[in-house]
């Protein structure tokens, strides 16, 4: 049975992940982490834990880490992980560049897996866009976002992980066609941009947009449960543990690549 540390444990995610958990036959939460300064933090769970921090948590009792707290606690949560060799899944957004060198750097000592999304849905999404844009390589890409009025980051990771599969698909170099969230002006020809909206109990909904003179191709996803993501989550937790230290994508897990691989060369 893996033995699994939630950090971020008291929010929207972090509950769904516990309650996952609670009904999986492989895996089972032994830490529940919060900040110290959190309102959750000592209370009771159901199963008899409480939620602690990461100074008194106790690491010889977790065989992976599951994060989805905030981008400001990636670099306590990173040095617990190294310090004490456990693998860890980071599924928060929100990560600047600096935030990605550190997710690189700790996958030099410890199998880290990062995901923006841990729906299976997506990891194909992001496959089918890379084709779609390649294949369709003049035409305008926007990407629409949707998500609940709770959400601190946008555009979302997700939104932001299918333009770099868009780019991808192009041989482009994302930072030159990112164009973020589009404002005024004429949109410029390369250029991919992104819009949001916030509202409501939205999980999550996403709409990539490939538009030429006279047509348009849409290819969207949308979430209605939050145990996608969790079950997502404790998956990925299952599949990391038995790995090297290295970065990890839900792509390694699905062997998407492989599938796609094999389709285009029929
Ligand atoms: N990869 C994926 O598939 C998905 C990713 N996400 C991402 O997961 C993250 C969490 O989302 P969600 O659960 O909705 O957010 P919430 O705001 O509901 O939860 C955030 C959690 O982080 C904790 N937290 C807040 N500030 C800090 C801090 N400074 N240090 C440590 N912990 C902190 C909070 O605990 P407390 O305030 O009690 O301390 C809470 O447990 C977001 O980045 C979101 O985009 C969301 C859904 C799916
Ligand atoms: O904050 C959320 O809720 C979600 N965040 C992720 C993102 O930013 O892409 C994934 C999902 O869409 C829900």
Known sequence: ML???????SGRMGQTVVSALSQSENAKLTAAVVRAASSSYGKKLKDGLQYTSLQDTNAQNIDVLIDFS????????LSFACENGIPIVVCTTGLDNNHQQQLMKASEDIPLLYARNTSVGIALLEQLVALASAALSTADIEIFEAHHKHKKDAPSGTAIALGEAAAKGRHQDWSTVNTGVRGDGVRQDDSIGF????????????????ATEGERIELSHKVSNRNTFAQ???????????????????????????????????
């Open 70 to 77: 905030l981008p400001e606690a990636l670099d306590d949560n």
């Open 195 to 210: 819009s949001v909206m916030r509202a409501g109990d939205i999980i999550g909904e996403h709409q990539v947009t490939l």
């Open 232 to 266: 997502g989550a404790v998956n990925a937790a299952l599949w990391l543990q038995d790995q090297k230290p290295g970065y990890y994508s839900m792509q390694d897990i699905l062997e998407l690549n492989k599938v796609f691989n094999q389709l285009l060369k029929q």
């Open 3 to 9: 033995k699994v540390g939630v950090l971020g444990a």
